[in-house]
């Protein structure tokens, strides 16, 4: 069986069979030759821009081959779907206290609702941290400290469901990253179904040198 990848151009696939013996698979009992192939394969929906939640798509199959008299001949080609597109899409809200001191951990809390068609893999939030420089201030000199993570009450365990980087200035970034494993649901705790929410709890601090009344 000799397989070709995916034609980005023109988005086909196709399988060389070679020469299929249909005389031996006659049965004892039976002269009707009716041999049956089947190619079970999965395929992911590209995501481009061009190719949105909603739309509808269709697939279809030609077969090619030389028949009994050496001509070369087509099957019909079945059109499967059409089937919609689904796409994850979020809703995320971060909250934390109104006013705060240099030096001192305050907690904030980042939620992130999937509101879409589908379940979300690989999700990743980047905290953005404020950062005054090339003035004193920000929140870029210590990493913060998740205190809870979880999706819709499953716990989430660092380097296991997710990992943590802390970018310091200038780039003075918290980014956090799920990172599901194969386990199938609903094993795989780092999911995020529709309508579940990823909520992440951490403590942080504004630098030493803050001025006060910043923004």
Do not use: H
Not at 36 to 65: C, H, K, M, W
Not at 85 to 108: I, Q, W
Not at 129 to 158: E, K, Q, S
Not at 178 to 205: K, M
């Amino acid at each position: 069986l000799a397989f070709t990848a995916v034609d980005q151009a023109t988005n086909t696939v196709n399988w060389n069979l070679r020469t299929v013996i249909t005389e031996v698979e006659e049965g004892p009992t039976s002269s009707a030759v009716n041999p049956e192939i089947t190619i079970n394969y999965f395929a992911r929906v590209a995501n481009v821009p061009a190719v949105d939640d909603g739309d509808d798509l269709q697939n279809s199959a030609t077969v090619t081959y030389t028949d009994g008299e050496g001509a070369a001949a087509n099957s019909p080609a079945p059109v499967i779907g059409p089937f919609t597109v689904v796409e994850p899409d979020f809703e995320v809200n971060k909250t934390g206290p109104a006013s705060m001191l240099p030096a001192t951990p305050a907690a904030f809390t980042i939620t992130a609702q999937n509101t879409g068609t589908s379940t979300a893999w690989d999700v990743t939030i980047t905290d953005i941290l404020p950062n005054f420089d090339p003035l004193p201030g920000g929140m870029c000199d210590n990493a913060p400290t998740i205190t809870a993570i979880d999706v819709a009450g499953r716990a989430l365990v660092d380097g296991v469901d997710y990992t943590q980087t802390f970018n310091p200035a200038p780039t003075c970034t918290f980014v956090i990253t799920l990172t599901p494993s194969d386990a199938a649901a609903p094993a795989n705790n780092a999911r995020v179904d529709v309508g579940e929410t990823l909520t992440i709890v951490y403590d942080t601090q504004l630098d030493v040198g803050t001025p006060n009344g910043s923004a």
